[in-house]
């Protein structure tokens, strides 16, 4: 990139931005959003995206909002009505006696009574007025093939709503992270730890869930969104790092009964283990925490997703006890999720 990139970043000034070229810029905003956890980053020039994003129409309907669910499904409804209207009309002037009334003996002739004869028949009301008489090979026919259509559209259409609502989207909403991480000397007690030389740091968040449900094989990973620098000004991409929750010996699985404290043990291999206090404060970074597994009353998987910057990060602090035992009965109190206090404290 050249020199003059506005991705060339100043120092920070009070406000917690940075300046470029004689310019403030608040670059610090989130990748991942804290409220639903989707992505921010907005995709652009994207190569014929509408055919791309048609091919994949049930994901696509899914993934929509309510009201243009909504308006798709009545609109399939509707422009299916309109056409066998006109096919049951087409029909209807080729033979004239091909739907006939049981009552009055009037023919279908006017294409409002052509389309509420559609409606009638897709979505079998049956009010007796019109019927199709057994001679007319081609009104039996297009019965046929309308309730065909009609009954593939419902089940397509019904299998997107029921998908849509049978979600665990809003199962992440009860799972709660702490609003700050923390950096401080890792506990002997975890592995590897020992073996190590000099003190060893790690980096810890704290999850809880306020259902009483429990998450099946819920696990845990930590991703680094690192947007890294080389040789002073010259800048890269963001890079991507997975930092080790303890996959090899099951640390990264929980059960989220009581609140727990997951953390990455900085040994050498983390891209963390040169990092000093200052670089955690000033590197232009992103922790993202994701939380999986599986809703126990559905059966699907649930994500809960978290993001952390430079400026939410505690050193040499730990979380304070969230479980109490209060006459004979344990405890949690919420009112600590984002409590912490120095470590020898």
Known sequence: MSGESDSFLGPLNSSGARYVQGHSTNFRTRLVSRKNGRSRARHVR??????????????????????ILILVVSGCFVFSWLVFA?????????NEHCVAAAINNEDLKSFSTAFLFAVETQVTIGYGELFIKSSCAGGVVLLVAQCVVGYLMEAFLIGVVFTKLARPRLRAKTILFSDKFVVNAATTDIANVQQAEGVVRRLQVRIA?????????????FYLYWHKRYHGNIEKQFQQYELD???DIGRDRVFLLLPVEVDHVILPGSPLYEWSNKMFEEEDYELVVVLEGIVEATGMTSQAVWSYLPSDVCFDQQFCSMVCRLKGEWQVDFSKLNSTMDVDG
């Open 46 to 67: 994207v190569w014929q995206s509408f055919p791309r994003y048609a091919k994949d129409h049930f994901t696509t309907l899914v993934n929509a909002r309510w009201w």
């Open 86 to 94: 006109v096919l049951w009309l087409i029909i209807a002037n080729i």
């Open 209 to 221: 869930d306020i259902r009483y449900s429990q998450l099946v094989e819920a696990h845990v990973r």
């Open 245 to 247: 929750t303890g996959y």
